[in-house]
């Protein structure tokens, strides 16, 4: 796998408007947003794709996790499980039960959110083609179209930050530690 050597100390003025947020807001700077503040275009529609989600996705902050674990996950991002592990347990609430099933790959012991995570896994799987039992499946459990379209954008989303984290390999924060994973 190629890891990309990134060189130079100056940040680019947007990234660091971002970063200087993120510090703000978190109390430190994410090592992820560290690397990806190298290119502006990426950390800047990252984060706003990221906050767009949080604020319009129509899902609860437990089932934006759930979202973004389980294709942080698919997406073999032992980055970005590691740190939605730790926002699921320590900030949105996620039962540990949910967060643990999804970082083993087994059925959640949530049949709502085994819904959520599994039309997740279906859509980042097979890009957005999926069939119409699968769409009703999801229907059938409380959901609506519009929950589709913001899994999506959870997606846009968890592909910047997965793809960006294996080609530059961040170290995953101490604040995460405690929830490493390796598929």
């Not at 989600?53 to 389980?70: I, M, W």
Request: charge should be negative; glycine fraction near 6%.
């Amino acid at each position: 796998m190629a890891h990309l050597k990134l060189e130079g100390n100056s940040v680019p003025a947007l990234s660091q408007e971002i970063l200087d947020q993120a510090k703000k807001n978190l109390g430190f700077i994410p090592n992820m947003y560290t690397k990806m503040a190298n290119n502006p275009a990426l950390i800047d529609a990252y984060t706003y794709t990221y906050n767009t989600f949080r604020a319009h996705s129509g899902f609860t902050p437990v089932e934006q996790e759930v979202v973004f674990l389980t294709i942080a996950y698919e997406n073999n991002c032992e980055y970005c499980v590691a740190a939605h592990s730790f926002v699921g347990d320590m900030m949105t609430k996620v039962p540990t039960e949910v967060t643990d099933a999804i970082r083993n790959g087994i059925e959640i012991p949530d049949a709502k959110l085994e819904a959520l995570s599994k039309l997740a896994r279906s859509l980042n799987e097979k890009r957005g083609f999926i069939s119409q039992e699968e769409v009703d499946t999801f229907l059938k459990v409380g959901y609506t179209e519009s929950h589709i379209l913001g899994i999506i954008t959870g997606i846009a989303a968890k592909t910047m930050s997965n793809y960006s984290n294996h080609i530059t390999n961040p170290e995953v924060d101490a604040a995460f530690a405690g929830r490493v994973w390796k598929k």
